[in-house]
């Protein structure tokens, strides 16, 4: 989506520096001002530049932003983007601090049900296909690390980006980019990751491959449940494989 208005004149480089520092945000997390000092921390660059051209002093800039803030950490860049635009074109600090109040919460929400509860736990599967499949553990946890990293940074450098094209316009943004979606087609593929692990698991081991009176009602469950549930069961799920992998894995280092 194109930004509102023309883009604010600002040295890239405070954008970058703003945007380092953002990996930091949660550095001073407590439960008073939650990641406030963080994020007051990673607009320290651009406010300084401002307040060599402004009458306001530093200090009294930084204490606007100190005060308490929450939102997803990877997701918070998109309000830190969006207030350094804000800031820089001279927007009323009453209006600044309305419009954390209001995005933070939906950024919470947002960044948990497509991080913590999506992303994470899908890239945690394609491991533990790897795993089952017999992949070297080395090229196992490069793959996780680079596979999540790659999307945890895409998230930050976009939300960063949109917020700063934006400004206070960032929740028409937000909408129009259609991060539920996104979850739900993560979803999709958690589960049929756990499809796939559950196959590789029967086929892998020889006490599987024979039908038994623990597989054939335990197939029967999963089965129901999958028609009954739907995707509400494929985090279960995931954890309920998790398990039963640990478990086995236990078993077969005592033997």
Same mark, same amino acid.
């Given at each position: 989506?194109?930004?509102?208005?023309?883009?604010?004149?600002?040295? *890239?480089?405070?954008?970058?520096?703003?945007?380092?520092? &953002?990996?930091?945000?949660?550095?001073?997390?407590?439960?008073?001002?939650?990641?406030?000092?963080?994020?007051?921390? @990673?607009?320290?660059? #651009?406010?300084?530049?401002? @307040?060599?051209?402004? +009458?306001?002093? =530093? +200090?009294?800039? #930084?204490?606007?932003?100190?005060?308490?803030?929450?939102?997803?950490?990877? /997701?918070?860049?998109?309000?830190?983007?969006?207030? @350094?635009?804000?800031?820089?074109?001279?927007?009323?600090?009453?209006?600044? *601090?309305?419009?954390?109040?209001?995005?933070?919460?939906?950024?919470?929400?947002?960044?948990? &049900?497509?991080?913590?509860?999506?992303?994470?736990?899908?890239?945690?599967?394609?491991?533990? !296909?790897?795993?089952?499949?017999?992949?070297?553990?080395? #090229?196992? #946890?490069?793959?996780?690390? =680079?596979?999540?990293?790659?999307?945890?940074? $895409?998230?930050?450098?976009?939300?960063?980006?949109?917020?700063?094209? @934006?400004?206070?316009? !960032? $929740?028409?943004?937000?909408?129009?980019?259609?991060?539920? *979606?996104?979850? +739900?087609?993560?979803?999709?593929?958690?589960?049929? /990751?756990?499809?796939?692990?559950?196959?590789? %698991?029967? %086929?892998?081991?020889?006490?599987?491959?024979?039908? &038994?009176?623990?597989?054939?009602? =335990?197939?029967?469950?999963?089965?129901?449940? $999958?028609?009954? $549930?739907?995707?509400?069961?494929?985090?279960?799920?995931?954890?309920?494989?998790?398990?039963?992998?640990?478990? =086995?894995?236990?078993?077969?280092?005592? *033997?």
């Amino acid at each position: 989506m194109a930004p509102m208005t023309s883009e604010p004149r600002l040295p *890239r480089t405070l954008l970058v520096a703003s945007f380092l520092r &953002s990996f930091a945000i949660q550095g001073s997390w407590n439960y008073r001002s939650m990641i406030g000092g963080g994020f007051a921390f @990673a607009l320290l660059p #651009v406010l300084r530049w401002l @307040a060599r051209r402004r +009458d306001e002093p =530093l +200090d009294m800039a #930084v204490r606007r932003h100190v005060e308490r803030f929450n939102a997803h950490p990877y /997701l918070a860049e998109v309000a830190l983007g969006a207030v @350094a635009r804000m800031e820089v074109e001279g927007e009323d600090p009453a209006v600044i *601090r309305r419009f954390k109040q209001a995005i933070g919460g939906p950024l919470g929400a947002m960044g948990d &049900s497509l991080v913590w509860a999506t992303w994470l736990p899908v890239t945690l599967l394609v491991a533990l !296909v790897m795993g089952w499949a017999g992949v070297a553990p080395p #090229v196992i #946890v490069v793959t996780f690390l =680079l596979l999540y990293n790659t999307g945890h940074l $895409g998230l930050r450098l976009w939300g960063y980006r949109s917020g700063w094209s @934006a400004g206070k316009e !960032v $929740g028409a943004l937000l909408q129009g980019a259609r991060l539920g *979606r996104l979850t +739900d087609r993560l979803g999709k593929c958690g589960a049929l /990751l756990v499809g796939v692990l559950l196959g590789l %698991m029967l %086929m892998g081991e020889p006490g599987f491959t024979e039908p &038994s009176w623990f597989w054939r009602p =335990l197939a029967v469950v999963a089965f129901a449940g $999958g028609v009954v $549930g739907k995707q509400r069961v494929w985090r279960p799920s995931a954890l309920a494989v998790v398990v039963v992998i640990a478990a =086995l894995t236990s078993l077969q280092a005592l *033997r």
